[in-house]
């Protein structure tokens, strides 16, 4: 059996191996596959495994695969429809780095309270030997005990950024179309959406992205928000109106804002987040510490090794 993976590197840039793969047949690992190579790198191949190299139905009309492992959780990459028409199952690996994605939400926000980079650089350009006084702060320094956190999206992730959230003394309160029972129990509280607009210091999101919430913070949204707000995007990046979020951002009516997410990625130059005030933009990557990337494969391994004992699981095209 001949297994492709188009796009490995992002998984594993060096500080993994695929010897296990290698024990399901001939293996071969491209770090990328630009698309006019797509076809021609599957050739005969029976099981492709793909991040983010899109897989069509021209791609399916001319190569033999049987079944498609995507090495993420998005599956937007692949024609599932198409994929379903020709009998080729589609796998994702929908759980895998929510203490990751939590923990790097929290990491956001309290970059965004501190400015620890900024003082950090501060300090090696000398401004604390020249300044003369035993501290000094080139920013605002917030304080999160009492304020409340605003989550959107109360699944695992969401879940992983409201208990840091509450150990740092912070209220949480979310927006979920499902309400969690034992949840509310614990001391969390669900709201309609324009009470968590209202009510809430920091929002964070960890929604999947629909057609119906693309662009649910915007000119709106933020108008019913606090002055002052601040906001985390480690979800996907369309759930933000760039625009509406740079103006905001500049007026200052939103304190800050934290995204690991943006609408083109890479980020476009002519994007208006890179000259916002008070944002700071990480690329993608609150699901890339190696454990989780460890997690994520072993996942897509199980998920072959289904597939093949006729057991296919995390079907995402049923």
């Known amino acids: 059996m001949k297994i492709v993976v188009l ?25 990328r596959t630009p698309v006019d190579q ?4 599957i050739g005969d191949a029976e099981i492709v495994f793909t991040n983010k190299t ?15 492992g995507v090495l993420a959780t998005g599956y937007n990459v692949v024609d599932v429809v198409a994929a379903k028409e020709k009998g080729i199952p589609v796998s994702n690996v929908p759980t895998y780095g929510n203490d990751a994605v939590g923990q ?21 350009e000398g401004q604390w030997n020249k300044c003369g006084d035993f501290c000094f702060w080139n920013y605002p320094l917030i304080e999160l005990a009492g304020k409340t956190m605003g989550i959107i999206g109360f699944g695992k992730n969401g879940q992983v950024a409201g208990r ?25 509280r669900y709201v309609e959406l324009d009470v968590l607009f209202k ?21 709106d949204s933020i108008a019913k928000m606090k002055d002052g707000v601040m906001i985390i995007n480690t979800a996907r990046g369309p759930l933000v109106n760039e ?12 304190g800050g804002a934290g995204l690991d997410v943006v609408c083109a990625e890479p980020i476009l130059e002519s994007s208006p987040l890179l000259n916002a005030k ?14 989780a990337r460890q997690r994520l494969y072993n996942i897509a391994l199980d998920n072959l090794r289904s597939f093949l004992n006729n057991k296919p699981e995390n079907i995402v095209n049923s």
Not at 54 to 68: A, H, R, S
Not at 106 to 119: F, K, S
Not at 165 to 175: E, P, S
Not at 278 to 291: G, Q, R, V
């Open 164 to 188: 840091i959230a509450k150990a740092l003394g912070m209220k949480v309160i979310a927006y979920d179309k499902y309400v969690n029972s034992a949840l509310v129990e614990e001391g969390y």
């Open 38 to 41: 797509i076809i021609e790198r």
């Open 243 to 254: 625009e509406d979020l740079a103006e905001a951002l500049n007026s200052g009516k939103v």
């Open 7 to 31: 796009d490995g590197y992002t998984l594993n840039p060096g500080d993994l191996n695929w010897d296990k793969l290698h024990t399901f047949g001939e293996v071969e690992v491209y770090d």
């Open 278 to 291: 008070n944002c700071i933009l990480t690329p993608h990557i609150a699901w890339a510490p190696k454990e």
């Open 54 to 68: 899109p897989l069509t139905k021209e791609v399916f009309d001319q190569t033999n695969i049987k079944w498609i």
């Open 199 to 219: 009510e809430s210091d920091v929002i964070s999101l960890h929604c999947p992205l629909f057609e119906e919430n693309t662009g649910i913070i915007n000119k």
């Open 104 to 124: 790097f939400a929290i990491a956001l926000l309290l970059e965004m309270c501190h400015h620890i980079a900024a003082h950090d650089q501060a300090i090696h």
